[in-house]
T-cell receptor, first 115, second 115 residues
Framework: GNSVTQMEGPVTLSEEAFLTINCTYT??????LFWYVQYPGEGLQLLLK?????DKGSNKGFEATYRKETTSFHLEKGSVQVSDSAVYFC??????????????FGRGTQLTVWP | EAGVTQFPSHSVIEKGQTVTLRCDPI?????LYWYRRVMGKEIKFLLH????????ESGMPNNRFLAERTGGTYSTLKVQPAELEDSGVYFC?????????????FGEGSRLTVL
């Protein structure tokens, strides 16, 4: 089946620390991969995406590379800020037989950044 | 431009009662989705509307759940009768009708607690 596994949280870091949140997937066909973020009191919003193998998505200092050989899409940021505190969700879509816009999410990783 | 809005933000009901959740998508978005996150689990797809038609309802847990989108604008999700395992956060999302970029626009969610 189609599924996403991401590292368990919570993750607590000091400001300016390096961040990695691991994400691996299982999918039929050739999915697109996403990272969504939910800030406190807000809805989920797209952080970055990659649509094919070896693509790198980037936004707001965050990056993730679509690795087909390891079925991974790890999220990284070189220097986190307090304002990055949020829940991060890895997701995939576009698998064979799925309706347009149907996303398969991981469980989410809570990130807290301390000053 | 207003984002996706959901109402109520939090509902507490007793087992056996009925609850109706409402979602107003972004104006002009033909696609409307319902997702659910049960505590500690991944966000799961429930169903997808294109305008007023149900495109995919394969994620609906059982026949206690009824979704409607009369006139292709706002949508409601009714749970009747509610059970304890229905507790969770119900997210609504929308996207434009054509040329989907891979981005869904989410509301803040409606938290349902069934006692």
């Amino acid at each position: 089946g189609n599924s996403v596994t991401q590292m368990e949280g919570p993750v607590t870091l000091s400001e300016e620390a390096f961040l990695t949140i691991n994400c691996t997937y299982t999918a039929t066909g050739y999915p697109s991969l996403f990272w969504y973020v939910q800030y406190p009191g807000e809805g989920l919003q797209l952080l970055l995406k990659a649509t094919k193998a070896d693509d790198k998505g980037s936004n707001k200092g965050f990056e993730a590379t679509y690795r087909k050989e390891t079925t991974s899409f790890h999220l990284e940021k070189g220097s986190v800020q307090v304002s990055d505190s949020a829940v991060y969700f890895c997701a995939l879509s576009g698998v064979r037989g799925s309706t347009l816009g149907r996303l398969y999410f991981g469980r989410g990783t809570q990130l807290t950044v301390w000053p | 431009e207003a984002g996706v809005t959901q109402f109520p933000s939090h509902s507490v009901i007793e087992k056996g009662q009925t609850v109706t959740l409402r979602c107003d998508p972004i104006s002009g978005h033909d696609n409307l989705y319902w997702y659910r996150r049960v505590m500690g689990k991944e966000i799961k797809f429930l169903l997808h509307f294109v305008k007023e038609s149900k495109q995919d309802e394969s994620g609906m847990p059982n026949n206690r759940f009824l979704a409607e989108r009369t006139g292709g604008t706002y949508s409601t999700l009714k749970v009747q009768p509610a059970e304890l395992e229905d507790s969770g956060v119900y997210f609504c999302a929308s996207s434009q009708g054509t040329g989907w970029s891979g981005e869904l626009f989410f509301g803040e969610g409606s938290r349902l607690t069934v006692l």
